[in-house]
């Protein structure tokens, strides 16, 4: 595969989309919230336990939450999530906490160079364990395991008779996939 340019050129030229593509996440996520009521954000369907929309969310929540705290000390520890019960099962916090993630998002300077960050490895042991990564690679990441969650705050949200729309949860190259099959077919 030939890579068309150097790669501090193609950070640089894919971070703002890639701000653009979370923040269009979590403005999903603060939608879906303020219609949902208490109990289908904050119970799981019946036979369906432990899987909580309101617990999705906190998950994915806490993630971008890492993401911006470790920026300031070029260190990110996904693992070290404070686990925000009041999130998980408030509509209300949650959604002061996607509106306050969107903000930062869309404001910090820090988001917006790609400086190489240290990121410690899933489940590491207390020594350590970082590896090196950027904030364009971290934007990215943090996209990808929102969508994935989106699918099961979808399955669970169904289960308890919730209408959602059918694309909410579906990676952007599926969806593109879709709409391109629908046009040959």
């Known amino acids: 595969m ?27 996520a603060l939608a879906l919230v303020e219609r949902l009521d208490d109990r289908a954000y904050a119970t799981s369907p019946q036979d369906f336990a432990p899987h909580k929309a309101g617990a999705h969310l906190r998950h994915i929540l806490e993630f971008y939450q890492c993401f911006l705290d470790g920026l300031e000390s070029f260190h990110i520890d996904y693992d070290a999530r404070p686990r925000n019960r009041a999130v998980e099962s408030s509509r209300v916090a949650a959604l002061a906490t996607i509106r306050s993630i969107i903000h930062y998002l869309k404001t910090s300077a820090a988001v917006r160079t790609d400086t190489t960050i240290w990121v410690r490895m899933e489940d590491a042991d207390a020594a350590g364990g970082y590896m090196t990564s950027s904030v364009s690679r971290e934007l990215q990441m943090l996209s990808s395991h929102t969508i994935h969650h989106f699918a099961l ?27 391109d099959k629908g046009r040959a077919a």
């Open 2 to 28: 030939a890579i068309s340019q150097q790669p501090t050129q193609a950070a640089a030229t894919c971070q703002p989309a890639l701000i653009e593509r979370n923040v269009r996440w979590l403005e999903q």
């Open 153 to 179: 705050i979808a399955v669970t949200l169904r289960l308890h008779g919730v209408a959602v729309d059918a694309d909410f949860g579906m990676a952007p190259s599926t969806l593109r996939y879709l709409a």
